[in-house]
């Protein structure tokens, strides 16, 4: 229970009232309603125009009953589970008063606890998914801030990124802030998307599967506003693809019922858990088998160490120019994003030689930390004479060994996000 540990005693509590298994809708006559049936398909209701009277008017309300019904007041009664595990991630974490559904606390909850947790042991994470429904979008940070806070480069990958994602799926790719606020005004915080890629630097994405929408063909619609303001003709579209494709199972003809505080009303309307929330059944592999070749893809591109030369040269009498040269062949550079880079939150490449019995190091360390490695995310589309493709993906250490009984010198180039690199090589004969 949250915010408070009692059991709400009165309101609408949404409910199957009928136990057919389904969350339809109340519909209610009322004078002062802002509902009246269509006049040009009498399944769906529209709104009252703002100077209309006289008609049959109704209200419309969750399916549910009302408990302590005084006969007049009908409020909605607040979920016992009020908290929102996607606003209580630690970045730009806000109270309650400010971000509903934050928690006592950032990482307050055991479940998001436990994943910043696995995350936070994990360096070799380079980037995240989550799933949510319903849109059909690729969301991507940030949610409270515009794009022009980015490090440039990193909004760049960001946007080809999302671009392969809508390649690969057909949803859009768009930024939370831009796009997809809830209220033009307010913003959102302590979301996971963003304590990945703020504090931690890695590329992260809310994907929000099903646009039934999209489904029954309206395309140009502008995702949260569309539950505001929309055209009739949309919901015409949207009643044909249930009646045709979802075998009417999507919007419920009304049908009368004895409600237990209301008395007669009438129960139908759209099963959003069915049409809209979820694929339904038959659609589900369809819809999110893209959705793993994308997160496939992103795993591809990832850095990743690989042995370029691992050598030993003799100088003289049983001294040797030991060599290690690595490279990163992924797309993306080991420290993977600006910010993380910015941020310091990955170390370089750390280099290690260990040496065989009775050899010594003349010069050159045991271990080193060297720097980062670049990938090809930054290169330029235009080879023209002003680019250039300098070996800023390569990493080149030497050592000098005296080894007078010869043996094997085995090194190692390791980077949290990037890999490991083992080598072996042998002195002398």
Request: net charge negative; proline share 8%; with cysteine.
């Amino acid at each position: 229970p949250y915010p408070y540990d009692e059991d709400p005693i009165e309101g609408l509590r949404q409910e199957d009232v009928d136990g057919d298994g389904r969350l339809l809708f109340i519909r209610l006559p009322d004078p002062n309603g802002a509902w009246k049936i269509s006049p040009d398909e009498p399944r769906l209701m529209v709104r009252r125009d703002p100077t209309e009277t006289g008609g049959q008017y109704y209200r419309l309300l969750p399916e549910g009953v009302i408990d302590n019904y005084d006969g007049v007041l009908i409020p909605l009664q607040r979920k016992k589970e009020g908290l929102d595990l996607n606003r209580n991630f630690p970045a730009n974490w806000r109270q309650e008063k400010e971000q509903q559904g934050a928690g006592p606390f950032p990482t307050s909850e055991p479940e998001v606890r436990a994943i910043a947790q696995f995350i936070a042991s994990h360096p070799n994470i380079t980037g995240a998914v989550t799933f949510h429904t319903y849109g059909g979008l690729l969301l991507r940070p940030f949610s409270d801030k515009p794009d022009e806070k980015f490090p440039a480069e990193d909004l760049w990958t960001y946007q080809k990124i999302g671009q392969k994602g809508t390649e690969l799926t057909g949803y859009p790719n768009i930024s939370v802030y831009h796009d997809f606020r809830y209220h033009p005004n307010e913003v959102i915080t302590g979301v996971f998307d963003d304590w990945m890629y703020e504090h931690l630097g890695v590329f992260a994405w809310t994907v929000e599967i099903w646009s039934p929408q999209r489904q029954a063909g309206i395309i140009d619609y502008k995702y949260i506003d569309w539950y505001r303001e929309h055209p009739f003709e949309d919901d015409l579209k949207l009643l044909r693809w249930s009646d045709e494709v979802l075998g009417g199972k999507g919007y419920i003809d009304w049908y009368p019922f004895e409600h237990p505080q209301l008395g007669k009303v009438e129960l139908g309307g759209w099963n959003a858990l069915y049409a809209f929330r979820n694929p339904p059944p038959p659609f589900l592999e369809k819809e999110i088998a893209p959705l793993a070749d994308w997160v496939i893809w992103q795993g591809l591109i990832s850095p990743r160490l690989e042995l370029l030369e691992a050598s030993a040269t003799p100088l003289g009498e049983h001294t040797y120019r030991v060599r290690l040269v690595v490279h990163n062949t992924g797309w993306l550079p080991t420290y993977v994003t600006k910010n993380a880079l910015e941020r310091g939150v990955t170390r370089g490449v750390v280099c290690e030689i260990e040496l065989p019995e009775g050899a010594t190091l003349e010069t050159g360390k045991l271990r080193e930390e060297r720097g980062q490695l670049e990938g090809r995310a930054y290169k330029s589309s235009a080879p023209t004479a002003w680019v250039a493709d300098p070996t800023d993906d390569r990493l080149k250490v030497e050592w000098v060994v005296r080894a007078p009984q010869g043996g094997e010198v085995k090194l190692t180039a390791r980077h949290d996000r990037a890999g490991t690199v083992r080598a072996s090589v042998r002195l002398g004969g």
